[in-house]
């Protein structure tokens, strides 16, 4: 289990010293079913819920020393059954369309440059994607079913593990906005939490400054 403030939250944090960029205190949550962990490399969620995200309520508190953390609090409301494993914070309330992998391509290889989707699929070439931790950018193919994109990008390694119906989330990383709602601040994963219709969680953050 770990979490991370990203790459992407990084860059966030500086722009918000400088005054610019909006809160990150978006909160969402993911399911997350190959059970992996969240990095600093990451741009999306493994498995973004359906679920909406919710604006948090943000505040400064003590940690270490007095008004060292920023902290966001917020709950979301499960609309079916529910195994959440993980969690993100962003600074946009809109979900990327997402996509799932189709036969051939990038499937089974760690140097395959071909990224097959089981519909068109619309990320913007010179975008980011992510398939379970590996991040990749995609310079051409936008609107169809047959992406070309470079692997392992970010920090990430390319895989070998990608399977048929594995996730596609769009995210940003630092130097890159071409996502709307995808600029992800934190990302946290851990052990399954179970929920039925309308059950809750309340999710806390804290970023304190070392």
């Not at 529910?82 to 140097?111: C, H, K, M, W, Y």
Request: aromatic share 6%; hydrophobic share 35%.
């Amino acid at each position: 289990m770990a979490t991370v403030l990203t790459r992407k939250g990084r860059e966030i944090s500086i722009s918000r010293w400088l005054g610019s960029g909006s809160e990150p205190k978006v909160v969402a949550w993911g399911t997350n079913p190959a059970a992996l962990t969240a990095a600093n490399t990451d741009v999306g969620m493994f498995t973004e819920a359906a679920d909406a995200r919710v604006s948090g309520t943000s505040s400064q508190v003590t940690g270490t020393t007095t008004n060292d953390t920023y902290q966001v609090v917020g709950t979301i409301t499960a609309g079916g059954s529910r195994a959440i494993t993980e969690a993100g914070l962003f600074d946009n309330t809109t979900q990327p369309a997402t996509a799932t992998v189709a036969a051939g391509g990038v499937v089974g290889s760690s140097g395959n440059t071909t990224l097959n989707t089981a519909s068109t699929f619309s990320p913007g070439n010179n975008n980011y994607i992510q398939i379970r931790t590996e991040v990749m950018q995609v310079t051409a193919g936008s609107g169809s079913t047959a992406l070309t994109v470079v692997r392992g990008q970010n920090g990430s390694s390319a895989i070998s593990t990608i399977a048929v119906s594995d996730i596609v989330t769009p995210g940003n990383p630092p130097g890159q906005t071409g996502i709307t709602g995808g600029n992800m601040f934190a990302h946290a994963d851990f052990s399954v939490i179970n929920l039925n219709t309308n059950d809750s969680i309340q999710f806390t953050w804290k970023v304190t400054q070392a």
